[in-house]
Every structure is written in structure tokens, then in C-alpha cells.
């Protein structure tokens, strides 16, 4: 048991998904695991672990933002031992070519600022995937025939954007899309000696104005858990 994570010794496993949303955990868990049981709901946050293949895995919400999600990458890989952390959720296009449903497998997490920011003091630190992971998530992704980008995303401290010029800056540098979490999580992997990679769904897009509806984003989401899982145990 840790802080936030009230899971027993062993109710863990190596490999965790980290959806931001903790039901979305409960639908990823029930959907994707065999023999699923519930091993935490700390402060409404929910954790699933069960099997996918023969394989432990766990399935456990981050909530939104980095300051969240550090918490939980932390006390995961610190405490219960997890050594492979994949983020599954969604993200917004920045680039035309990226459409509503498109994976985003990413490469780097650009940033304003992350928790872990001033222990860097005057480096610019570049959080990246684990390369394995990442190669192992391009070829899942080229054998189901999703269509997957690969590059930098934004991880944002801020939902409500006041900076359109931002979004633009960062398309002509060719970043793919922006969400929330990702540059922390690549950060506390980093120093912790694990492993971490983000797999996104494009649900919405910051130049069309698109938007997937809400009753559609479950099943476009599958594509997403089972490049996540492929990945894992490549």
C-alpha cells in the first residue's frame, strides 16, 4: 500500500496502462483483461488488474494533468514495483494530416513546465519513450492497419488555452497533438529506470474544430488498449 494506492503487496502488476479517466480504467479492464479484479479506489481513483494473453497487467487511472499523474508514476513504480507504464487517452490534433481516430504514438513530450521542472534547474530536459516500446507500438499498429502518427506531442498544464500562438509555433515545429500528461510521465520513468510510453487517440482537432462524439469514443478507443497491450509484451 502507498499513499494513494491502496493495493495490497502484489496486486500490482509489471505492466500498468494509465488512462487519465478512471472509469475509462473500468471499461479498459472489463473489455481487454480476463479474471479482473478491482485493487483500488483511494480518493475515487481506479485501479484493475487481470490478465491479457496469459500476461498480469493492470489498468489504472492517472486523473488529469501531470501533477496527477506524477503521483500515480511515482507511487507505481517506487512502491508496487511496476516497471513498464503505458499511457492510453486522448489527445488533439495540431496538424492537418492528423485525423479524428488516428493514433499518435509519441516520440518526445515538449512542455511549459512539468512537476518535475525544477530539480533540472537551467536544463532543458527532452522526456522521450522507451525506443522498444515504441518500435514494438509501430509494427502493432501497421499490422491491425490503424492509422498511427509517430513525433513529439505537447503535454499542456492548461485545458482552457489562452495561447493560440503557442499552437501555431509548435505545428511548424511539427508537433502532433497536445494533452496533458505524457511529459511527466516519460520524466519519472526516466529517473526511476522504468519503462514508458504514451499511445493516444485523436478525439479531437485544434484546426477543423472536430470533435469525436462522446458515444463513439469507447470504440474508437480499442484500438489504442490493444497497440498498448501488443506493445507490452512484444
Given at each position: 500500500?502507498?499513499?494513494?494506492?491502496?493495493?495490497?503487496?502484489?496486486?500490482?502488476?509489471?505492466?500498468?496502462?494509465?488512462?487519465?479517466?478512471?472509469?475509462?480504467?473500468?471499461?479498459?479492464?472489463?473489455?481487454?483483461?480476463k479474471d479482473v479484479r478491482q485493487i483500488n479506489a483511494v480518493r475515487g481513483m481506479l485501479?484493475?488488474?487481470?490478465?491479457?494473453?496469459?500476461?498480469?497487467?493492470?489498468?489504472?487511472?492517472?486523473?488529469?494533468?501531470?501533477?496527477?499523474?506524477s503521483i500515480y508514476a511515482n507511487e507505481l513504480i517506487r512502491d508496487h514495483g511496476a516497471r513498464t507504464l503505458i499511457r492510453i487517452g486522448s489527445a488533439g490534433a495540431m496538424l492537418d494530416r492528423v485525423r479524428i481516430r488516428?493514433?499518435?504514438?509519441?516520440?518526445?513530450?515538449?512542455?511549459?513546465?512539468?512537476?518535475?521542472?525544477?530539480?533540472?534547474?537551467?536544463?532543458?530536459?527532452?522526456?522521450?519513450?522507451?525506443?522498444?516500446?515504441?518500435?514494438a507500438a509501430v509494427a502493432a499498429a501497421r499490422a491491425r492497419g490503424t492509422p498511427f502518427h509517430v513525433g513529439g506531442i505537447l503535454s499542456s498544464d492548461t485545458f482552457y488555452d489562452e495561447r493560440p500562438d503557442l499552437g501555431a509555433v509548435l505545428?511548424?515545429?511539427?508537433?502532433?497533438?497536445?494533452?496533458?500528461?505524457?511529459?511527466?510521465?516519460?520524466?519519472?520513468?526516466?529517473r526511476l529506470g522504468a519503462r514508458a510510453l504514451a499511445v493516444l487517440t485523436i478525439s479531437d482537432h485544434l484546426v477543423t474544430q472536430e470533435a469525436l462524439p462522446a458515444a463513439d469514443r469507447e470504440r474508437s478507443f480499442g484500438d489504442m488498449v490493444e497497440?498498448?497491450?501488443a506493445a507490452a509484451f512484444a
Open positions: 500500500m502507498s499513499t494513494h494506492i491502496g493495493a495490497s503487496p502484489g496486486d500490482i502488476a509489471g505492466t500498468v496502462l494509465l488512462p487519465g479517466d478512471p472509469y475509462r480504467a473500468r471499461w479498459a479492464a472489463e473489455t481487454f483483461l485501479g484493475f488488474t487481470g490478465r491479457w494473453n496469459g500476461h498480469p497487467v493492470t489498468i489504472h487511472g492517472s486523473g488529469m494533468g501531470m501533477p496527477s499523474l488516428d493514433v499518435v504514438i509519441a516520440m518526445t513530450a515538449s512542455s511549459v513546465s512539468t512537476p518535475s521542472r525544477t530539480m533540472f534547474r537551467e536544463v532543458n530536459f527532452a522526456p522521450a519513450a522507451d525506443f522498444g516500446l515504441l518500435e505545428a511548424r515545429h511539427g508537433c502532433l497533438a497536445v494533452e496533458m500528461e505524457t511529459a511527466e510521465l516519460y520524466t519519472v520513468a526516466a497497440i498498448a497491450l
